[in-house]
C-alpha cells in the first residue's frame, strides 16, 4: 500500500512539473513534506544539497531518497518508476506525431523558430548555475580554466567534471 | 546533464545529427518531468527504436539511482566531508564552462541572420522575467511558423 502510495505520488509530480530540474522543488516539497508528511522541513533541505551534490536528474534522486525513507529499497525503485512514468508515456505520444510529420514544410518552420529560443535556453541554464556556483576567485578560475580546456582540447567533458573535482578536494 | 548527452551522442559516437538532437531537446519542452530522461528517451527512440529509447532511459536514471540508493543506506553523512563539498564546489563552475560552449556552438549554427538573432534576445529577456520556457519554445514555434508562410507566399 505504502508503494503504491510512492508511486502515486511520484506519478503527479513527475506529471505536473514542467521545465524540469529546479523547476520541480516546490512541488515535491508540497508533496513529501505537507501533502505526506513523509520527510519533515530539514530532511528535504537535505535531500535537495544531496541531489545537488550527485549526478542525475533531482526529481529522480529525490524520488530514490524518499522512497528509501518510506520503504526501504522497494519503496525507491517504486517512487523512481512513478516519477519518469509520465515521462515516458508523454514523450512516447509526443514522439510519433512528431516522426510522421518531420519533413512536412510547417514541420520546418516550426522547428527553425524554435532552434534560437533554445540556444536562449541553454544560456539561461549556463547563467543560473554560474550564479549559485561561482561566487569568489578561486571559483571563477576553475570556471575560466575548464571553459578552456572544453574549447580548446577534446579532452572528454567526465574527465574534465573529475579533474575540477579532484583540483576542488585538494586545494579549496 | 543534456551538454553532456549532446557531447557523447553528437561528437563522440556521432549517433544522431546536432541539429536532430537540438530539435528533440526543443520539442520535449513541451513535455513534464525531468528533461535529460525526456531527452535520453527521445533520442534513443530516435536511434534504435522502442529497445533504444527503454535502454536509454534505464541508463540515464540507474546512476542517479544507484548512487542515491548507496548514500542514503550508508547514512548520507560522508557528503559532508571537507574534501567532498571542496570537490563540488569546483566542479559547478566546471559546468558551467560546459553548458556554456554547448550554448556557443549550437548558437553559432542556429543563428544564421538577424531573425534568429532578434528571436532568441526576446525568448532570453522573457524567459529571465518569469515566462516559463515551454510557453517561450511555443511562441518560437509560432513566429516560425508565421516566418514560413509569408516565404512560400514569396514575399521574401
Known sequence: MELLELAATFFRIG??????????????????????QWL???????????????????????????GYKVAGAAGSAAATLGVILPSIMIVLLLATLFEKKRHDAHVAGVLRGIRPVVVSLIFLAALSVFRKSVTDLPTATVGVLAFVVITKTRINPILILVGAGVLGALFF | MVPLMRRELVERYKLIKDDEFLDIFALVQGAPGPIAVNVSLYTGLRIAGLKGAMVSVLGTVLPSFLTILAIVACGARYLELPAVVSAFRAIRPAVVALILSAGISVARRVIKDIRGLILALTAFLAVALGVHPALAVAGGALVGVILERRGSRGTA
Open chain 1, 15 to 36: 506529471l505536473f512539473s514542467f521545465g524540469g530540474g529546479y523547476a520541480m522543488i516546490p512541488l515535491i516539497e508540497v508533496e513529501t513534506v505537507l501533502r505526506h
Open chain 1, 40 to 66: 519533515e522541513r530539514v530532511q528535504f533541505v537535505d535531500i535537495i544539497a544531496i541531489a545537488e551534490m550527485t549526478p542525475g536528474p533531482i526529481a529522480v534522486n529525490s524520488a530514490t531518497f524518499v
